[in-house]
């Protein structure tokens, strides 16, 4: 079954590998993109990788993935907390998606702790690092090909 998967990265995780690596690791977004599409390669999916500082490039990225991907997995970073649009273009194009973290979200400021966009998704994982991404994608994937709901 050929399936294309979408990975969003959100406002300042081009920074990966040199912003505060005490909180998100040292792996820089390339690395990142470069794994997570070796590991969807050996389960035979696709990867289409994007990322922007741009709240509305996100909204548009993500409108684009409707007639293209079987799935989303973003990371929405600061928007997390703050994107009506990012959330309201997730629930529009009724794509399943998956929300993830490298840090743990829940661990950190109280502002953290709310996300706009994890209503609309199927689930979240936070506090993994890189793996992060790779149980998102894992998720997502089994998602699509057993159709479990919540």
């Not at 590998?17 to 070796?38: F, H």
């Not at 922007?52 to 991907?69: H, L, P, R, T």
């Not at 998606?97 to 689930?123: D, L, M, Q, T, W």
């Amino acid at each position: 079954m050929y399936m294309k998967i979408l990975i969003i990265n959100g406002p300042n995780i081009n920074l990966l590998g040199t912003r505060e690596p005490e909180i998100y690791g040292s792996l820089t977004l390339n690395k990142i993109n470069e794994k997570l599409s070796e590991y969807a390669a050996s389960i035979g999916v696709e990867l289409e990788a994007f990322q922007s500082n741009i709240e509305g490039e996100i909204v548009d990225k993500i409108q684009w993935a409707k007639d293209f991907c079987e799935g989303i997995v973003i990371n929405p970073a600061a928007y997390t907390h703050t994107s009506v649009a990012i959330r309201d273009a997730i629930s529009a194009v009724k794509l399943p998606a998956v929300e993830v973290h490298i840090s743990n979200i829940h661990s950190r400021e109280e502002f953290r702790k709310y996300s706009f966009i994890a209503p609309v998704c199927i689930g979240q994982i936070a506090g993994f690092g890189f793996n992060s991404y790779k149980l998102g994608l894992e998720a997502i994937v089994d998602y699509i090909t057993c159709g479990f709901s919540s």
